[in-house]
């Protein structure tokens, strides 16, 4: 699949997964970091969900403690990326200055934006938390998709369709694109994984 040439160069490459809660995010993030480690590809995930247990134990979820998150999840992967890894991070990331500041803090060569895009009611059908159940029944104010917007990408480097394709082929998807557009200049081509 190419994969030799994700490994080559001393720089590594942030894959960014954005999308609703329920979407697909964790369960496709996981499953890309080990099939790279399979190849040897040096990989780590960053989830969001535990992130905000420790690193980020600090923070809420006013606009200004979201904003934050995601600084510090941003940076924390560029780190991992300056080592040499692919770091792969899950977080909803709602609002595009969000995934903007990302790309920035990480550099616009090394930065992989995954759109899963995953119809609101699949994911409250999911609802793997029910988080969806308690954000309908007013416990969750703020909650991305009912009570706070999610804007979806409009020019993501990748977009998945979870309800139509396997957590494998969206993978395999995933993989084909870093080994085409790995050492890439600021160019997008949208893969769309059907």
Known sequence: ?????????????????TGMSGAGKSTIARALVDRLQT??????MLDGDVLR???????GFSEAERTENLRRVAHVAALFCQEGFVA?????????????????IVGENR??????DTPLD???KRDPKGLYKRARRGEIPQFTGIG?????????????YTQRASVDS???????????VHHMSASHDDQRVA
């Not at 247990?53 to 923070?59: A, E, V």
């Not at 999610?150 to 990748?158: A, E, G, K, N, V």
């Not at 969206?170 to 085409?180: F, H, K, S, T």
């Open 53 to 59: 247990l420790g690193l980020n134990s600090d923070l």
């Open 122 to 124: 699949v994911c409250e």
């Open 39 to 44: 190849f040897a590809v040096p990989a780590t």
């Open 1 to 17: 699949m190419g994969l030799k040439s994700v490994k080559t160069g001393t720089s590594g490459v942030v894959v960014w997964f």
């Open 88 to 104: 792969v991070t899950a977080t909803i990331s709602p609002d595009p200055e969000h995934r903007a500041n990302a790309r920035r």
């Open 170 to 180: 969206c993978v395999d998807g995933i993989i084909e694109y870093l080994a085409r």
């Open 148 to 160: 706070s917007p999610y804007h979806s990408p409009q020019r993501p480097d990748i977009t998945l």
């Open 111 to 116: 930065f992989v934006e995954v759109f899963v």
